[in-house]
């Protein structure tokens, strides 16, 4: 996969070696994440990573320029197709050919009647792809990730990890003790360029206030990220409301260039208006 290259608004490159071999030296470091006020401009936790936050209105991702995609084309295929052109154009702007991107995306596998059922880990990741022809414009990327999105292969996709551990669960276990050795001989393969994780849209956001004046509570969601995968895009709809939260690890971005590269997400799915 394309990974995000580097620029003069970048703090620096990722370490030597490939982006594997970098999440081995971090997969023991500590995360937290600081919740959102009212003051939107990028900031760092203090532990390698930094947000930037961003709203959206629902009417400026659904208007006929999205839809004309093709039936059964959702708001996420647009998002989700918005930072792959994102990331084209991002390193195009730094000089850098930009082949084959890959975003990762979770998948809720509970069954229909129970998606919203208890809090646990019950999804899959699966892989999202565009080739250079697909990357045009916002109505042939999204019809290129809408394809690999549809229903029936979204399932087939995110049902299949759990056919493969299924089919390995008997296997001895020194061999499941090599499998986490083996990846660092991959190299970057298999390394994704970004994630983008959509929670959905929420019929109200909860809230803890116990003052009825305190106004209308804001809900922010930021998805994890690591070395191998250094920035992420959270989205989650409240009533006409996305907010969407860019998590990036310092080493790939320094504050200005994440609120950039955010920027210049928005503007791509502000972009599908004039289709």
């Known amino acids: 996969m394309e990974p995000l290259t580097g620029g003069t608004s970048l703090i620096r490159r990722t370490r030597r070696g490939s982006r ?17 006020d009212t003051d939107h401009r990028p900031r760092t936790d203090g532990d390698g990573f930094g947000f930037v936050f961003r709203t959206l209105d629902i009417g400026e991702i659904t208007t006929p320029g999205a839809r004309a995609a093709g039936p059964g ?16 154009s ?10 084959r991107v890959g975003v990762q ?17 019950l999804a899959s990741m699966i892989s999202v792809s565009t080739e250079p022809d697909d990357r045009a414009d916002l109505a042939t990327a999204t019809a290129a990730v809408a394809e690999q999105t549809c229903e029936m292969r979204r399932n087939n996709r995110a049902y299949g990890l759990y056919d ?31 994630m983008l994780s959509n929670l959905g849209r929420i019929p109200q956001p909860p809230t803890l206030a116990a003052d009825s004046g305190s106004g209308s509570p804001e809900l922010w969601f930021s ?12 989205v ?16 790939q971005f320094d504050a200005n260039a994440a609120e950039e590269f955010t920027d ?9 208006r004039t289709c």
């Open 105 to 121: 995306m979770p998948i809720n596998v509970r069954p229909a009647d129970r998606s919203w059922d208890v809090v646990s880990n």
């Open 164 to 194: 493969l551990l299924r089919a390995t669960k008997n296997a001895p276990l020194t061999v499941k003790r090599a499998v986490p050795r083996l990846i660092q001989l991959t190299g970057d393969r298999f390394v994704h360029t970004a």
């Open 236 to 251: 989650v709809a409240s009533g006409q409301r996305l907010a969407l939260v860019t998590r990036y690890r310092d080493e």
């Open 264 to 272: 210049l997400l928005i503007a791509q799915v502000a972009s599908q």
């Open 223 to 234: 998805a994890p990220c690591d070395p191998t995968c250094s920035v992420s895009i959270g």
């Open 73 to 88: 084309t959702t708001i996420n295929d647009v998002l989700v197709a918005a930072l792959h052109l994102t990331v084209q």
């Open 20 to 36: 594997a071999a970098v999440c081995q030296s971090h997969r023991r470091r500590r995360r937290r994440c600081p919740a959102p």
């Open 90 to 99: 991002w390193n195009t702007t730094h000089d850098v050919a930009t082949d």
